[in-house]
């Protein structure tokens, strides 16, 4: 099916590709395109007409201007050829000054990463050291906790003889006092034995007494 409203860039397309190979003609045209026979027509023509008009100017530049523009387009690419040099060594300088200060980046980078890196050493030897303290600490502590303990046993100890010598201490002294009535006692007796001794009437019973007073005296003895 033809297509319609075939624009002119369509038919100069076509005509330019199909001069290449054969002659030009409006069915051709048609046939490579489609759409109407009159719109083809028509864009032919005008193409036709530009071409002719285009030819016509090529052939006038070529015969009056062409030394002329080859000169211009030589002084023009030579001056574009300097511009882009000088461009080129512009920015051949600012690629080496930002290498320049690539270069002296990574050198300030690789000091403070050196840096960095003994810091990172230093702080590990005094962790270890840090560590080994507080194990020695620890050990320390240990020791000092055992010595407490042994310290609070032996306290302990000498809180229990202490108790059992003051219990020790006060029978000793019940026992003093025990013997000193006991002996305050005796006295008592043996005054009376003597004062029985000095009586006359008691002078037959001396032998008793006497025994009785050897007595006494062996039961002090015996305490």
């Not at 001069?19 to 036709?48: C, D, E, F, N, P």
């Not at 511009?83 to 980046?105: C, D, G, M, R, V």
């Amino acid at each position: 099916m033809p297509r319609k409203g075939i624009s002119y860039e369509q038919v100069a397309e076509a005509c330019n590709e199909l001069q290449q190979t054969q002659r030009l003609s409006v069915r051709s045209i048609q046939a490579r395109t489609g759409g109407s026979m009159t719109t083809v027509l028509k864009h032919y023509r005008r193409w036709q007409r530009e071409r002719s008009g285009q030819q016509d100017v090529e052939q006038v530049i070529s015969d009056r201007l062409r030394h002329a523009l080859l000169s211009e387009l030589e002084e023009a690419a030579a001056r574009s050829t300097q511009a882009l040099q000088s461009k080129l060594q512009s920015a051949q300088q600012q690629i080496a000054a930002l290498q320049t200060q690539a270069e002296q980046k990574q050198r300030r980078l690789t000091q403070q990463l050196n840096r960095a890196e003994q810091r990172r050493k230093h702080q590990q030897l005094k962790q270890r050291e840090s560590e080994q303290r507080a194990v020695t600490a620890e050990k320390g502590l240990r020791g000092l906790q055992a010595c407490l303990r042994n310290r609070e046993e032996s306290l302990h100890r000498e809180q229990r003889l202490r108790r059992e010598n003051k219990e020790a201490l006060r029978e000793l002294r019940n026992l003093h006092k025990a013997a000193e009535e006991r002996l305050l006692e005796q006295e008592k007796q043996l005054r009376a034995l003597e004062e029985q001794l000095q009586d006359p009437q008691q002078q037959k019973k001396e032998p008793s007494s006497k025994k009785q007073v050897k007595k006494t005296q062996q039961s002090l003895f015996d305490f």
